[in-house]
């Protein structure tokens, strides 16, 4: 069945840092990718997507680009703030049909200043 | 737009007691799903409904019931509580056609 893997984490990064947090998939078929963000508390928030190979989903200056070829999907940012501290799922579709989301186990992201 | 709720945001219950979970969504979205998230594993889906009045297994249903009220509504009952179901309790939802879903902000439970 498909799979999701991301990097165990946590991460612990500088005020500034580069970061990168790596995801690969294993699916049949050509499934869309996700990065969710859950701040402290609450619940996951879509942080940002893409539906196809060679795609860039970008938001808050958050960066994936969806490589088949290497079938990942590693989320970027240039510069991370303290806000930026929360745990990030990488997901794929389910392309039965049902709209299901595969999750991987999540990577805790601490900043600090 | 409320988007996603769920009620209680947090319980304690004694083994062997029985609670109901409620979600409800305003986004007129035909799916709903309910997840369990627990340390070290992620988010592991629990039932989803894929349009009202049906309801479908995931992948841990062992121990829980769901009930579709309507299109709005998806409840997660526990009829008999215990301790391996201490966790966090997330409903989500999505539209027709989409894959993007929506997250209630949880509902924490410990079964002592």
């Known amino acids: 069945g498909d799979s999701v893997t991301q990097m165990e984490g946590p991460v612990t990064l500088s005020e500034e840092a580069f970061l990168t947090i790596n995801c690969t998939y294993t699916?049949?078929?050509?499934?869309?990718l996700f990065w969710y963000v859950q701040y402290p508390g609450e619940g996951l928030q879509l942080l940002l997507k893409?539906?196809?190979?060679?795609d860039k989903g970008s938001n808050k200056g958050f960066e994936a680009t969806y490589r088949k070829e290497t079938t990942s999907f590693h989320l970027e940012k240039g510069s991370v703030q303290v806000s930026d501290s929360a745990v990030y799922f990488c997901?794929?579709?389910?392309?039965?049909?049902?709209?299901?989301?595969?999750f991987g186990k999540g990577t805790k992201l601490s900043v600090i200043p | 737009n409320a988007g996603v709720t769920q009620t209680p945001k947090f319980q304690v219950l004694k083994t062997g007691q029985s609670m109901t979970l409620q979600c409800a969504q305003d986004?007129?979205?035909?799916?709903m799903y309910w997840y369990r998230q627990d340390p070290g594993m992620g988010l592991r889906l629990i039932y989803y409904?894929?349009?009202?009045?049906?309801?479908d297994k995931g992948e841990v249903p062992n121990g829980y019931n769901v009930s579709r009220l309507n299109k709005r509504e998806f409840s997660l009952r526990l009829e008999s509580a215990a301790p391996s179901q201490t966790s966090v309790y997330f409903c989500?939802?999505?539209?027709?056609?989409?894959?993007?879903?929506?997250f209630g902000p949880g509902t924490r439970l410990t079964v002592t």
């Open positions: 997901a794929l579709s389910d392309e039965a049909g049902s709209y299901q989301l595969t």
């Open positions: 699916a049949t078929g050509y499934p869309s």
């Open positions: 893409a539906t196809k190979a060679d």
């Open positions: 986004m007129n979205h035909n799916s």
């Open positions: 409904s894929a349009s009202e009045g049906t309801t």
């Open positions: 989500a939802s999505n539209g027709q056609g989409k894959y993007e879903q929506y």
